[in-house]
């Protein structure tokens, strides 16, 4: 089975940055594709940013700039470090790791920007 627990959410105020950590352990193929989403109360989940084993990174178009994503194949590990945050940015973070069309998700995070 494959876990996936995220960590480093909280509360931060608008203008400030967070760094997300997901682990993901079990049995977990070579190449894969870890990334986030997020969901806000209220809306759909919504990706957030992806990168493969080879560190290949995508984003979505509006968090381009303000959001970094990055991993450490040999830990399993990928973060996602967030700068200048607005209310906007409020919402639960969702690890997801993929293989080959197998998903698996994290439990999530939570992450308040007070304006």
């Known amino acids: 089975q494959v876990q996936l627990v995220e960590s480093g959410g909280g509360l931060v105020q608008a203008g400030g940055s967070l760094r997300l950590s997901c682990v993901a352990s079990?049995?977990?193929?070579?190449?894969?594709?870890m990334g986030w989403y997020r969901q806000a109360p209220g809306k759909q989940r919504e990706w957030v940013a992806a990168?493969?084993?080879?560190?290949?990174?995508n984003y979505a178009d509006s968090l381009k700039g303000r959001f970094t994503i990055s991993r450490d194949n040999g830990k399993n590990t990928v973060y996602l470090r967030m700068d200048s945050l607005t209310p906007e940015d409020t919402a639960v973070y969702y690890c997801?790791?993929?293989?080959?069309?197998?998903?698996?998700w994290g439990q999530g995070t939570q992450v308040t920007v007070s304006s």
């Open positions: 997801n790791l993929n293989e080959g069309g197998l998903e698996h």
């Open positions: 079990g049995n977990i193929v070579k190449f894969n594709v």
């Open positions: 990168s493969t084993t080879y560190g290949t990174t």
